[in-house]
């Protein structure tokens, strides 16, 4: 059973660059079919796609978050990542990783459960 | 890219229907079948509940169902149970993006 797990740290001063690493296990993050993504939660309002990464690296991001945002992955160790640059007290959300079972089911089938990130000195 | 709306809040009795709403456009919503469908208590990871508009994964009881006409998607939860209190968020494929709704709180009275 595939798991998803995001770790980084908890804290982030403003203008510098959050990181955060989803670890895959249970399954190869090299599986065709799925995009491995990253969605956040500001505190208590809804969901935000931020943005997703193929196997073999294509990526797509949300439009409003695309100039800083990359997405990353790391096939040997079934990880992939997100940075995301800049950051203000704005981006001080929950941050999930999740898999879109773009073969099968076109939706979010698999989420990790989450990582409160803060924005602040 | 905006969020799909939809309304802040439901309820129902329990036993009751309920439905959610959905809209978004004919780039989103209206575009594609490929509306899903997440609950999430709070503290929780969303669950998906409902992909290609109407389908339901392994699991999830069939007093969930989905629906879509033009460019609204609608979730409708029949015989309401208490463990059915949560928020509801619906998402859309939209041309190599996705995009979410701004979230339903779903109350059970």
């Known amino acids: 059973q595939v798991q998803l797990q995001e770790s980084g740290p908890g804290l982030v001063k403003p203008s510098q660059t959050l990181s955060l690493t989803c670890t895959v296990s249970?399954?190869?993050?090299?599986?065709?079919?799925?995009?491995w993504s990253w969605i956040r939660q500001h505190p208590g309002k809804g969901l935000e796609w931020i943005g997703y990464?193929?196997?073999?690296?294509?990526?797509y991001y949300n439009p409003s978050l695309k100039s800083r945002v990359t997405i990353s992955v790391d096939t040997s160790k079934n990880q992939f990542s997100l940075k995301l640059s800049s950051v203000t007290a704005a981006d001080t959300a929950v941050y999930y990783c999740?898999?879109?079972?773009?073969?099968?089911?076109?939706?979010?089938?698999?989420w990790g459960q989450g990582t409160m990130v803060t924005v602040s000195s | 890219q905006s969020a799909l709306t939809q309304p802040p809040s439901a309820s129902g009795s329990p036993g009751q229907s309920v439905t959610i709403s959905c809209t978004g456009t004919?780039?989103?919503?209206?575009?594609?079948?490929?509306v899903s469908w997440y609950q999430q208590h709070p503290g929780k990871a969303p669950k998906l509940m409902i992909y290609?508009?109407?389908k339901r994964p392994s699991g999830v009881p069939d007093r969930f169902s989905g629906s879509k006409s033009g460019n609204t998607a609608s979730l409708t939860v029949s015989g309401l149970q208490a463990e059915d209190e949560a928020d509801y968020y619906c998402?859309?494929?939209?041309?190599?993006?996705?995009?979410f709704g701004g979230g339903t709180k779903l109350t059970v009275l």
């Open positions: 999740a898999r879109d079972d773009s073969s099968a089911l076109d939706a979010f089938d698999i």
């Open positions: 249970g399954g190869s993050i090299s599986s065709g079919g799925y995009y």
């Open positions: 990464i193929y196997y073999s690296g294509s990526t």
């Open positions: 004919s780039s989103d919503v209206g575009g594609y079948n490929y």
């Open positions: 290609e508009v109407s």
């Open positions: 998402s859309s494929y939209a041309g190599s993006h996705r995009v």
